[in-house]
């Protein structure tokens, strides 16, 4: 766990804008793994606490943690060497965005408070109603009496999958950092979702049974449609279909009617393949330089099959060289990289070419 210190170092650099300090905090994060891990617990926490939600013209959730989280996962993949862009781009992130004060705090409840029945009902209820004041006292109790304070964010994260294309990524990003972050955080991240989320309605429309044993059969389909949000989204429900939470059950029939609505369903395929007729190791690099969608796919395979999984952050460095100040799409290879992982074989060559797509547009 980093020191109270180490963190204040981080805050104060961040917010003083010191690129001296700065750079002692990337250096120290890029040493090994461990701290590359603490840099991200303090960064995350950092981020909830002094980053407002925005929204876009469209009414999308927009919050740097949703590219923070991306890239702490892409660094993750090569913790034996840390890579020091990718922790240098996500202190620019940090940097380039204003800093608020959060707009209210967590209260204690009383004792009085605790002894009423607690009905995570009224929680659910005053998240879709924009309740605020409810929200905020409701969710204070469910913390003070849960032995997995998280489970108070996985609940708005199961509203948030009848809404997945406003503000899927976003609570996803929150859920996932404030879990990483460690149970004496989660009060920042809540409040980061319940004042993002408490200025209007969230309806829950009823939603009937499962039907499927998982959301592969939608794939193609988002792949061949070329749309990149969508495709993040779709990436963002295949990891909470199988995520291990007692809010399974509520996630995955939010997610399947949403998956119904918006995407056609193929014929099951095969979930994984084999390689057979690909003799010579392929390097996944050259094969984008070269935008070869055949050897791209190919390599993709192979690395699936040696479960190598450096690739993607060697791709996420790539960009942030080749970027130089244009926005680089990283929720959009994490999301790659996940599906690419389960994927059937016979939808890596489609994988490939989304790929070879963006890379050509940094």
């Known amino acids: 766990m980093p020191s ?24 120290k994060a890029a040493s090994d793994g461990s701290s590359l891990r603490d ?21 999308v959730a927009l919050h740097p943690l949703t590219d923070l989280n991306a890239l702490k996962n892409l660094a993750a993949l090569r913790l034996d060497s840390p890579s020091r862009s990718i922790v240098k781009e996500v202190t620019k992130i940090c940097l380039k965005v204003d800093r608020f004060e959060q707009e209210f705090e967590l209260e204690n409840p009383t004792p009085i408070m605790l002894n009423q029945p607690l009905f995570t009902q009224e929680f659910i209820w005053a998240v879709a109603e924009a309740d605020r004041e409810k929200a905020v006292l409701e969710a204070a109790k469910i913390l003070a009496v849960s032995d997995n304070p998280s489970v108070v964010i996985e609940i708005v994260m199961e509203i948030a999958t009848h809404h997945m294309e406003r503000i899927g990524s976003f609570a996803y990003s929150v859920y996932r950092s404030a879990t990483f972050s460690g149970r004496d955080a989660i009060g920042d991240f809540l409040i980061l979702l319940l004042s993002a989320l408490t200025d209007e309605p969230w309806p829950l429309a009823p939603v009937e049974g499962n039907t499927t044993s998982s959301l592969t059969p939608y794939l193609e389909d988002v792949l061949r449609r070329g749309d990149d949000p969508a495709f993040c989204q779709f990436a963002t429900a295949a990891r909470l279909w199988s995520v291990d939470s007692v809010r399974q059950p509520g996630f995955r029939k939010g997610l399947l009617v949403w998956a119904q609505e918006m995407f056609e369903a193929s014929a099951e395929l095969e979930h994984n393949g ?28 192979q690395a699936r099959a040696q479960n190598d999984w450096s690739w993607p952050t060697l791709v996420a460095e790539r960009w942030i060289e080749l970027a130089s100040g244009k926005r680089s799409r990283f929720l959009f290879l994490d999301s790659l990289q996940s599906v690419s992982r389960t994927a059937p074989a016979s939808l890596l060559p489609l994988i490939a070419e989304r790929l070879v797509e963006v890379d050509r547009l940094i």
Do not use: P
Request: some cysteine; aromatic content about 6%; hydrophobic content about 35%.
């Open 274 to 301: 084999s390689t057979d007729g690909v003799s010579a190791q392929v390097s996944i690099m050259t094969a984008l330089d070269e935008g070869n969608i055949s050897k791209l796919s190919s390599a993709v395979a």
């Open 39 to 59: 840099f991200f617990k303090e960064l995350f926490k950092y981020s909830a606490k002094n980053h407002r939600c925005e929204w876009s013209s469209d009414g």
């Open 4 to 27: 109270t210190s180490e963190s204040h170092v981080l805050a104060s650099s961040l917010n003083s804008g010191d690129e001296t300090a700065i750079e002692r905090v990337v250096a």
